[in-house]
């Protein structure tokens, strides 16, 4: 699945088949169909509740194997919303799509997840990917 997920030439070549979206939505899209095209429910746009507190959303999960999807090009504190999101959820393996050209540098995600005080298990599920550079900078 892993490889699936960081296929960057395939990524690329769904993003370019849909100019009308915008790129992130593209992502998204690309991630959707993914998921659906291996037998997953892919819910985007979807809510994190826990214990009758709604977080915020969270842009896709597949919910079987319970893989989150968060794409984000703007600012450092944006991402902050997102992992804490992704923290609360507790899924199996968090996806972060990130840019190494955003204000949200992907690099820079990468040192604060790992020098944040998560613990091992919870550490083990980011897995970072930096489209713009086509490269994982961390898997689970």
């Known amino acids: 699945m892993i490889d699936k997920i960081t296929d960057f030439a395939a990524l690329e070549k769904s993003v370019k088949s849909v100019p009308d979206l915008k790129y992130k939505d593209a992502i998204i899209r690309h991630y959707k169909n993914l998921g659906e095209s291996l037998g997953y429910t892919a819910r985007d746009n979807f809510s994190v509740i826990k214990n009758t507190v709604n977080y915020g959303k969270l842009d896709l999960i597949w919910v079987e194997p319970n893989v989150v999807f968060a794409a984000e090009f703007g600012s450092l504190d944006d991402i902050y919303k997102h992992l804490w999101r992704i923290i609360e959820l507790a899924p199996k393996t968090a996806v972060l799509v990130l840019s190494s050209k ?27 990917l930096d489209v713009t550079g086509n490269k994982v900078l961390k898997g689970p």
């Open 102 to 128: 955003s204000a949200c540098k992907a690099e820079e995600v990468v040192k604060i997840i790992e020098k944040s005080r998560l613990s091992s298990d919870q550490l083990k599920m980011f897995l970072v």
